[in-house]
Structure formats: structure tokens, C-alpha cells
């Protein structure tokens, strides 16, 4: 099969051929029909992943057919429409056990703990616990929208950022992520400010879902502007990019018992970044994590797509060929548009 393949970090991605997946005992191989082009893969190819081993193939965000099924596997079979989430439980440990597959302690993640979607096919782990039938009215390419940004913000929003009607939502960061929390808790009836850099993500979130926006880059103080908006501040703030700056101004710009949920990854020299801890203790605020969301809660996601209360394929910014992304792994700028790069074409 056809794979992308980085043999160092940071080094160049090549297109090669290597030998075809055979599925695991409690496994399956997909033929991939799309993968999402994720600032994930990026973190990886850097080296900020431990669980990477060389050479790789990255790719997580994945929607395909199943084309081999393991032995032991009893729920899936030849020719089914699938997706699944970037993190996989094993199903047996004690998280999975309670059901939070999407922190399990022995979890498979295609793209980072074994080879991913860049590629005509994939071997997928515990296929019983993960796999989510696709729907016949859901394509393939908005269904790899979901896998990893989509699925991560909703339950960021819902779950982890209990978000009710009426609610000052704000999103740090307007890209595949943010846009999704946007989307999410308009539909949610939350009133949503939308904060980036970039004017053109600014105006897609407006179209999106957002009541207001703020341009970090030209205010003279992104928290101060929002507590404006929002006559004192958020009810729930999402870091959607994951920096220093956007995790501080996400937590400072919460109105009293606030909650802060962090979705987007920190890395490098802003992974342990200030808090103003002192907001925290004295407007008894919450600070969560959101990491992934479990393959048996797609349900609610995937009727809402359906019901058109949420529509992801408006975030589809591009889509493009293996080679194409390929080539773009160690420059994600060189894909820059508004909304998710979805990879299509093998």
C-alpha cells in the first residue's frame, strides 16, 4: 500500500510503499476513505509524542471500510461504514471499566502508538470497544472531520464544559477545534465569542454560530475586551489552540465559579504555562481537561449531525491527496485556510 512515511523527527515525509496491515486478534484493517489533517500530526513529526517509534505513519482522525476483521472480533464485519475516535480503550482496565475510554491506561491511538491513516489502510486495536457504524446520510470526508476535533470539542463543551442556554461561551483559537466548539455550543443556545488572529477564521466563526469576536492581534487586551462583551466575563472559556497566551486569557476572562476547559495540546516551551492562580482561589474557578470522547457518546453527536442541528462538512476548509499533505507535514501553514483539511485522495 501507498503510506506516508517519516523515518526521523522533524526529517522529510516521503510517499512509499509498504507491506499491506493484517488485523490483530481483537482487531480490523480499514481502507481508508478520508483522514483529517490535524495540528496533532505536526506535535508528532516533531517529537513531542513519546509513543512514537520510527519510522511512522501519522494520521488519526480516520473514516473508512472495514476491509479485514480479526478473529475474536464480534461486532463488525467486511464492507461496514466506520469512524472511530483518536483514542482507543482497551475496554478492560479500570477506566474503561467506568467508562472513560477516552483516558484509558493501556489506550491505542492510530498515528501516535501505532502506524496511522496516512495511508491506503490502517490497522485499528479493540475494534469491539471502538468502532461507530457510520451512518448512510454522513460521508466519508465529514466523518474524518469528527475522529479527533469535532468529537474532542463536543464532548469539551458538553461533558467537560457543561455548557447550558444563554451561557457566555468563549473560544481562544478558530481552528478545526475552536470552529467546532463554536459550532457546538451555539447549538447548545450559548451565546459564543469567537477570539483568533486571523480575520478570515474570525469571520467563518461568525457565520458559524458566533455573536461577537475578538482579534487578539489589534486589541489592546483580549480579557478586558471580553469581560465587556460579556458583562463580566465567561461562564466557560475554551483554550482551542494551546499556548501560554490563550490558556492565561482563557482562565483570566472567566466571570466568579467560571469554568476553564483546555483542549488544545501545549508543547514545547509553553507546556507548563503561568495560570493566575490567584482568580482561581478567589472567583472559585474551574480548570478541566478534554481529551477525546468515548466511541459509545458518538451517538448524540451523530444524530444531531443528522437532525442538521450540527453541520461539521461546513468547516471543511479543502480537501486534499496523500502527497499533497505529505509534503506539508513539517509546514502546516502551507495548508492555511479556514476550517479542517480533510485528505481524500490515496
Known sequence: MKAALYEEFQGPVGISEVADPAPVDAGVVLQVA?????????????????????????????????????????????????????????????????????????????????????????????ADTNLVALPEDI??????????????????????????????????GCGGVGLSAIMIAAAFDARVVAVDINEEALQLAKTIGAVATVNAGSTASVVDEIRELTGGG??????????????????????????????????????????????????ELEIVGSHGMQAYEYEVMLQMISDGKLRPQQLIGQTIDLQRAAQALGNPGELQVAGVTVIDRF
Not at 460521508?139 to 447550558?164: M, P
Request: aromatic fraction near 8%.
Open 34 to 126: 478520508a483522514t483529517g489533517v490535524c495540528r496533532s500530526d505536526w506535535h508528532g513529526w516533531m517529537g513531542h509524542d513519546p509513543d512514537i517509534v520510527l519510522p511512522h505513519v501519522p494520521g488519526h482522525e480516520i473514516a473508512g471500510i472495514v476491509a479485514a476483521v480479526g478473529c475474536d472480533v464480534g461486532q463488525w464485519q467486511v464492507g461496514d461504514r466506520v469512524t472511530l475516535p483518536f483514542v482507543c480503550g482497551c475496554g478492560t482496565c479500570g477506566q474503561c471499566r467506568s467508562g472513560n475510554q477516552q483516558i484509558c491506561d493501556h489506550q491505542f491511538q492510530p498515528g501516535f502508538t501505532a502506524w496511522g491513516s496516512y495511508a491506503e489502510y490502517v490497522a485499528i486495536d479493540y
Open 234 to 283: 465567561a461562564h466557560l472559556s475554551i483554550d482551542a489552540l494551546g499556548s501560554a497566551d490563550t490558556c492565561y486569557n482563557s482562565i483570566a476572562n472567566l466571570r466568579k465559579h467560571g469554568r476553564h476547559v483546555q483542549i488544545g495540546l501545549l508543547a514545547g516551551d509553553d507546556h507548563h504555562p503561568p495560570i493566575p492562580m490567584e482568580l482561581v482561589v478567589a472567583n
Open 139 to 172: 460521508d466519508f470526508v465529514t466523518a474524518a472531520s469528527l475522529g479527533c476535533r469535532f468529537a474532542t470539542s463536543f464532548r469539551g463543551v458538553v461533558a467537560q464544559g457543561g455548557v447550558s442556554p444563554e451561557q457566555w461561551v468563549v473560544v481562544h
